[in-house]
């Protein structure tokens, strides 16, 4: 009879933090890395910035626009910017784009602050700007922390002014008060989600009025006065504008060992981030690989720069045109012929609220990526289900390759549950499995990641591709 150790530890899965045992140079080459991606987070905290910097760099590593080629071959390197809020990449390869391709689907939009399209208001020598929250937020974490704003602001003649205040260290930033402790008995009585209401996040942006006495709203109108003086704008430009109010937080290293990252937007920016920096790796693929930066996913992925839209479908199709091969009804062929890794954050087991996991089936930071076989709500309500043939090849993939995963899903099944962009390339006939980095405080205004997972991640996309 084989003794009982061995027998474990052949029969068993081994689950150990990634840390274990790892060499120094390891660490430097994982600490580098990160290093690398909370510069690019940094400076990329919303859609249009993300997409922005990831077409420089793209265009750095020999990236081309799609639109400017007249035809593709293999090996050539192609991207194309959704009205500059959602891109998709491509390296072509050896074999016909007929036979297939492999994507890999981040979403660039993270949960924040919107401001409404009519947003200055004064009321008792404050200025403020109303915003309406967007994705899934607690709001109560909004109120009392460092805020910035980031976007653009378009005008009737079609100039375009960029925004970004609350950044630097010389800039101003911005705040939503809240309530003393002594007074807010009555708030403090109501449930958490009550507490503050979506109508009360409204930032405070200034307390100084005009130097004229003859007229009212007198600090409203220095506000304006600085903004026409600085961006030439009215009031009337804040209704054509997307205006992000977001954390001022920066990017840092967490604990002693600095082995966390803390950042906002880490969903779902981090697996864009290392989606797209392994995409940079592959050269001459056999399997054309396709890296997807998405937008509104925190909203249903509706909009034509969300996933909903047919741009993605129009990119495919240009693709295989320009590699001279279309003809009727091969896009549908194609997508049924395709996997995709769809690259979304998972919930990380957090020990003081292990009450809402299983812990059998949770993510666990610091044991790389999670892969979800389904999504959706109690009973897999909106989810997308991967077959089994598919889990096992990625799992073959992974294990040649000595990428440790854990297969685990979000929380208990009664508790709540959530989606991913899977679902609609799923709808399409891909072959899908969600594959992501576990997340603590997720939708928070500063969430935590391990940089152990962050590198393992961007090396699983690598291999994903070049297989």
Same mark, same amino acid.
């Given at each position: ?56 760099? *793209? ?30 990449? *491509? ?43 967007? !994705? ?16 653009? $602001? ?18 101003? $930033? ?21 507490? $503050? ?80 920096? %392994? ?63 769809? %690259?979304?954050?998972? *919930? ?5 609220? %292990? ?27 909106? *989810? ?26 979000? !929380? ?56």
């Amino acid at each position: 009879m084989q003794d009982a150790e061995t027998l474990k530890k052949e029969l068993f899965r081994e689950e150990k933090s990634g840390w274990e045992g790892m060499e120094e140079a390891k660490k430097h080459e994982i600490f580098d890395y990160c290093n690398r991606y909370m510069s690019f987070l940094n400076c990329s905290k919303t859609e249009r910035e993300f997409v922005a910097n990831a077409k420089i760099e *793209a265009e750095e590593k020999g990236f081309r626009d799609i639109a400017t080629m007249t035809q593709i071959k293999p090996g050539d390197k192609v991207y194309y910017s959704n009205r500059d809020k959602s891109m998709y990449l *491509a390296v072509i390869g050896t074999e016909s784009i007929e036979k297939g391709i492999r994507i890999i689907g981040a979403h660039v939009d993270s949960p924040r602050l919107d401001l409404k399209p009519n947003p200055l208001y004064e009321d008792s020598g404050f200025a403020y700007f109303k915003t309406h929250y967007y !994705g899934g937020i607690k709001k109560y974490q909004w109120t009392t922390i460092p805020l910035a704003i980031h976007g653009v $602001i378009v005008k009737t003649n079609g100039e375009k002014v960029t925004i970004c205040i609350g950044e630097k260290e010389d800039e101003p $930033i911005f705040t939503i008060t809240d309530l003393l402790p002594h007074l807010a008995q009555e708030q403090m009585e109501k449930k958490l989600k009550e507490a $503050i209401s979506g109508e009360d996040l409204n930032v405070l942006i200034g307390n100084m009025p005009y130097d004229e006495s003859k007229v009212s709203e007198r600090v409203k109108l220095n506000i304006l006065s600085i903004f026409h003086e600085k961006y030439g704008i009215t009031e009337a430009d804040l209704s054509s504008a997307e205006l992000e109010v977001v954390p001022a937080f920066r990017a840092r290293s967490l604990g002693f060992d600095s082995s966390m990252v803390a950042a906002y937007g880490q969903d779902d920016k981090v697996c864009a981030y290392t989606a797209l920096t %392994a995409l940079f790796e592959v050269e001459n693929p056999k399997t054309t690989s396709v890296c997807i930066l998405s937008d509104k996913e925190e909203i249903g992925s509706m909009g034509n720069t969300g996933m909903e839209s047919h741009v993605f479908d129009a990119f495919i199709a240009e693709l295989l045109d320009k590699a001279g091969i279309n003809r009727p009804n091969l896009l549908e062929k194609v997508f049924v012929a395709s996997e995709m890794l769809s %690259a979304d954050v998972d *919930a990380g087991l957090d020990p003081i609220y %292990a009450h809402v996991s299983e812990k059998n089936n949770a993510a666990y930071l610091g044991q790389g990526v999670g892969l979800n076989k389904y999504t959706g709500a109690r009973g897999k309500s909106g *989810a997308s289900d991967a077959n089994a043939e598919f889990v096992a090849k990625v799992r073959n993939i992974f294990e040649k390759n000595a990428i440790t995963y854990k297969i685990s899903e979000l !929380g208990k099944v009664d508790v709540g549950g959530g989606g991913t962009i899977a679902y609609i390339l799923a709808n399409k006939g891909v072959d899908v499995i969600d594959c992501g980095i576990p997340v603590l405080s997720m939708h928070a205004p500063y969430e935590v990641t391990s940089k152990y997972d962050v590198y393992t991640a961007y090396r699983a996309y690598q291999t994903f591709w070049k297989e």
